[in-house]
């Protein structure tokens, strides 16, 4: 084998590296700003919320209709846009806390409710109930197997002026006869609100 022969062998050689490791990084970074929204959505699903902003990183609710708005004694908003049954068995209540004052809101350890195994899982919103009062029954943020509420938790200590925090919360879902629920959660008024699915 010739020298000339062996150059060319080399120099094909890098470009082949060179080309894999370009295929490599594209698909790696995911090529666009689509793919990564692809992925913040699907890991949404561990049900941890990052942040109490909208930009979070969490699937955001569909606001196209509102079932409820509750202001609390000082002056935070939460929005209810859905409370949609599953196949699986279970109720999703979705929402926004939104903060339209001028300063900022420290949220309360009472959103994290009072069980201690709960509580020891860090901040929570599993002191949100449903209550039906035809079926005469409460129900209770459903728990995954390390007692971890399945609701937005670990969320940021405040919410900022002008900011919000979404948020969802997970239930065993009521007979299907039952059409409504009444929604309650500390610090806010109690709300009838309309199950769809």
Known sequence: M???HVRKVRRAGAV???????????AACGGDDKGSDKASAASSDTGKNRGADDTAGDTLPDRSKTLATLK???G???VVYSAKRDSGGFLTVSGDFKNPGGESFTTPVVWSGEEE???GTGP???AMTLVDS?????YYVLRDTDNRPLTTSNYASSIEPGKSLNFFAQFPAPPNTTTKVDLQFPGFPNA???ISG
């Open 72 to 74: 609390n004694d000082e």
């Open 2 to 4: 010739n020298f000339q």
């Open 192 to 194: 009838t609100i309309e």
């Open 124 to 126: 929570s919103l599993a």
């Open 134 to 138: 035809v079926g005469k029954k409460r």
């Open 117 to 119: 195994a709960v509580a």
């Open 76 to 78: 935070i908003d939460m």
């Open 16 to 26: 082949a590296l060179l080309a894999s490791s370009l295929v490599f990084s594209v």
